[in-house]
C-alpha cells in the first residue's frame, strides 16, 4: 500500500518599505501595508481562492477518500484576515470536513531556533495556540521553517506532547542513498515520527510542470499518478510505503499560472490515484505503527533543509549580509525583550521571516517575486535600516 | 575680460567636488567683472553666457543650432515651466555618476557626433606630433573616451560663434577641447588641475588619461594647481615647467552657516563622505570603525557615496559583524548632503590621495570635528582641524575615542571649524586667479 501525505502550505512575509537613512526614527512603520496588501489580494486571486476552492470541491467529491495537510505561517493568516478574509472563511471550511490536518509551524517563519530557543518555543507555542483558537484544532504535526532539522529541534520540541511527527527534508548525508519513503523514527520519544518529503515528485510539479526544455514535458495527471503507482517498485520489501508531497499553495495560480493547466492537473490527480485501489491519501496524525522499534532512525546532529542545493543553512546564513542581518535582528529582539516593549518586540518578530535574509543570497535573489530590491546589497541595506529605525525608537 | 570656461560638472551636473569648486569660482569670478562663457557636456549643443551673478543659477542657454532654439522658445516660453525642466531639455541631470569612478555616466550625456579633425588648425610640426599622440589615446571605443571625443567636437563647433580672452579647461576630460580653442583661436590656455589620474585611481591609473593630462598642462600657458600637495606631484611625475604653474587653492562657497543640529540618531554619528573608491580610504575608514565599536559601541558610522568599492565595502562590514552600527546610504543629492551633514559629529577623510578635498570644509562649516589626511590639498590651509596620515589608524582612533569621551571638547573643535570656514572663500582664490589671466593677456 502506497501512503500519500500531500502538504499544502501558504505564505507571504509583511512587504518592507523601501527606506532611506533620512526615514530612521521619523517614519510610523518600516512595513508597506498598501504593498502587501495589493500583494496579497493578486496572490488570493490567482491562486488561494481558485485553488482552495478546487480543493474543498475535491473533498465533496471523494468524501474521506481524498484528504490532505495544510499549513501557514501566522504571518499570512494576519495578512489574510486583514486584506482576504473570505480565504479564512474557505480554511475553516475545508477544516470542518475532518479530512484535513493542520500543522504546527514557527508563527514569524523565523530562524529563530538558532539563537534563542526561548524565542523558538514561544513562536511554536503562539502558532498552536493560534490555530486552536481559529480553527479549533489541536496540530499534531510540525514543520519547521524551510524544513530545517535537527535533533537540536527534536530536543527544543519535547515539551509539545501533542506534536507527534515532524516534515523535513530526506538527506544523503543521514539516510544514504535509499528513497526516504519509510516512515522513520526520531531521535528521542517526542515527537515520535519523522516525515521525508518525496523530493523528486514534488520538485518536478513545483519547478518543472511549466518547463519546455524538461524531457517529461508535458506532464500530465495521469503521468504522475503512473509515478506514484511506481514507487512500490522502489522498496519491495516495505509494507507501507510513504509518498509525502510538499507544495506552497502559491504554486497553483500564481507561481505556475491558471494557463499552464495546473488547476485541472490538481483537480484530475486524486481519482487517477485512488483509481487502481492500491494507494490511499492519509494524514500524518493517522500513521500507526505498533512494531516502532522496528523503524529506521532519522538523528542528526548537523542542521539539514529544503533550500538550495546544498540542503543546509547556506541559503538562509550563507553570506556575511545575512549573518550580520540576523545577528541585529536578534540583538536587539534581547534588549526589547528587557525594556517589556511589546509593540516593537512585535515589528522586529516580523522583521525575523525568512524571507528577508533570502532575498540577500544569491541562490534566491531575483527567484521571489517579494524581491523588491534591485541587489543583494540594496536589500541588506534596506533591512539595516529597518533594524536601525526601531532601535532608534527603543531606549 | 572673457573667458571660455570649460568643465564636465557643473551644478545642478554634480558628481564630486568639481561641479562646487566651479560654482564658486564662476560665481566670484563673475563679480570681478569678468564675463565666463560655460560650456558643459549637455546632450544639446549649447553654451552658456554668464554676465552678472544671477546668471550662475539660471543657466540661459545660447544654442548653435536654430532648430534647438525653436524647440527651446516652443517648450518654454510661456514661464509655467520649472528649472528643472529645462535642464532635462538640455540633458544636464541632477546626481550623475562621477566621470572619475567609472565610466557610467548617464545616457543623458550622449551625444551622436563625430570627431572634430583638430589637426587643421595646427601648423607647428611639433605640435602635430603631439597631436597625433593625443588623437590616438582619444580612439578609444570606451564610453567615457568617446564622451570626451564628444564634448571636443561640441566645444569646436562653438568656437566660430563666440569670442574671448582665455581658455581656462578644467581636468582631462576637458583638455582637448582647451587646446582645440587655444589652438584654433590662438587665444592663451589655462589648465586647472583638480585631481590627476594618480589621485582617482589610488595607483598608477590609466596611461591614456596620463598623456592626455601630460599634453595638457604641456601645452597651457599656465597651469592652475589647487593644492601644494598637487603642484609637487605634477612637478614630480609630469615634470611640468615650474615657471608656469600657479598655485591656487580651492575655497567653499559658504550658503549659509548651519548652526541647528538636526540628528537622525541618538548615539555619535562618524561619516565618510566621498566617492567610495581606493583613493578616498574608505579601507581605513572601516579599519578605524572596527576598532571604536569595539571599544564604544553606541556610534553610529555611516559611509556615503558609490563607487568601485561599494559592494566589497558592504561585504566586509558585513563580516566584520558591525551590527547596525556601520550603515551605508549610496549617493545623496546635494540637499541630502546637507541633511546627514546636520546629523553628523565626526567627519573622517582618509584620502590616500586628495589634491584638494572640498568635502571637509563643507563639514566644518557645518560644526563638526574634522578628521583630514595629511595627503590631502585642504590640509594646508585649515587649522582647526586634525590632521593624521591616512594610514594612521591608530592615530584616528585615539582622536575619536578622546573627542567621543569629551563632548564639550567634540562642540568646541566643531565651533572652531565653523568659525574658520567662513574666512576660507573664493573672493581670495578668484583675486588670484584673475591676476593670473592678467599676466596672459
Redesign the interface.
Known sequence: MINILIFFRLHQPYKLKKL???D???IDTVFDYNLSKASIEKIANLSYRPTLKLLLKLMDKFDSKFKFSISFSGLIIEQLNEYCPDIIEIIKELSKTKNIEILAEPYYNSLSFLYNENEFIFEVNKHINFVYNLFNFIPKTFRNTELIYSDKIADSLRGFTSLKNILTEPSEKVIGFKPGLNLYKAYGKNPQYILLRNQKLSDDLTFNFSNKNWKEFPLTAEKYSRWIDDLQFYDKKAKNIFCNLVFDIETFGYYLNESSGILEFLYDLPSLILKKGKNQFILPSEITNDNIENLELFSTKDYISIGGSSKNLDPYLG???Q???Q??LY??IEQTKEQNNELLLENLRKLSSIDYFKNMSEYFFGTYDFSNFPSI?SS??NY??A??HL??KL? | MRILFLTWEFPPMISGGLAMACYGMVKSLLKRNIEIILILPTKIDAYFVLKNEKDIDDLKPTFINDVDKEKYEDLFHDKTYTQSEIFEFLGICEGINGYSSSNKLKQVLLFSNFFFEIENNLSNQNQLRIFEELKTNLLSSEDLFRKVREYTNKVSKCLYLIDFDIVHAHDWLCYPAGILASKTKSKPLVSHIHATEFDRSGGVGDERIHKIEYIGMTLADRVISVSNYTANLIVNRYRIDTAKIRVIHNAFHLKNIHKEKRRIFKDPVILFLGRITLQKGPEYFLEVAKRIIKIYPMVRFIMVGTGDLATKMIKSSAKERLLTRFLFTGFLNREEVESILSATDIMILPSVSEPFGIAPLEAMSFGIATIISKQSGVSEIVENVYKVDFWDIDQMTSIILDLLSDPNKMVKIGQLAAEEVTKIQWDKSAMMIEKCYKELI
Do not use: H, K, P, V
Request: no cysteine; glycine share 4%; net charge negative.
Open positions: 532611506s537613512i533620512f530612521i526614527g521619523s553570506n556575511d549580509l549573518i550580520n542581518s545577528l541585529s540583538s536587539l546589497e541588506y541595506q539595516l535600516y533594524i536601525s532601535e532608534e531606549i
